[in-house]
């Protein structure tokens, strides 16, 4: 979720940076937008990961 924030965060600034012909806030925009993208590949991982794992305890509680 904090990704998806930063991501929408510099999408905002970007395109403040754009209206306003500001470089230094489009460029930090483009900076957040890619840095929330970054975040939410590792969140999504992390929640792939986190269904592996309850898949895995799953299946070792019905062996018993």
Do not use: S
């Not at 230094?24 to 999504?44: N, R, Y």
């Amino acid at each position: 979720m904090e990704g998806k924030k930063d991501e929408l965060k510099g999408r905002v600034k970007e395109a403040a940076g754009d209206l306003t012909d500001d470089e230094d806030l489009k460029a930090e925009g483009k900076t957040d937008k890619i840095g929330g993208k970054i975040k939410q590949g590792f969140e999504d991982a992390k929640d792939k990961a986190d269904d592996v794992v309850d898949k895995v305890k799953d299946k070792i509680q019905r062996d018993r």
